[in-house]
């Protein structure tokens, strides 16, 4: 009998359309996590790794701004993003 691997991971999607903060679109664990990454990967989204931040925003209910006191973490990530962006469009 083969015995499946439980998938641990915790995933959170983010957009921000420029008015207000940032706000929870997606997240979950387990499977659903899983689906969140393939389908970031798959429209071409980055994705980064930090779990500290994804359990923070776990605690954001869906549809939600992100608090301030994820402001400048959240901004961190946005500005890596933007820059990866760049420079995958002057290569």
């Known amino acids: ?15 921000y359309d420029h008015i207000g903060a940032p706000k929870v679109v997606a997240k979950g664990d387990g499977l659903l996590a899983k689906k969140i990454i393939e389908t970031a990967e798959e429209h071409g989204i ?6 500290v931040l994804v359990e923070a925003l776990m605690q954001v209910g869906l ?10 973490t959240v901004a961190e990530v946005l500005a ?12």
Do not use: C, G, H, W
Request: cysteine-free; aromatic content about 10%; overall charge positive.
């Open 80 to 91: 890596f993003i933007y820059r990866l962006d760049r420079t995958k469009k002057n290569l």
């Open 46 to 51: 980055p994705v980064q790794n930090n779990e």
């Open 63 to 72: 549809s939600k701004e992100i608090p301030p006191e994820l402001y400048q």
């Open 1 to 15: 009998m083969k015995k499946e691997r439980t998938y641990k991971k915790k995933a959170v999607a983010l957009a």
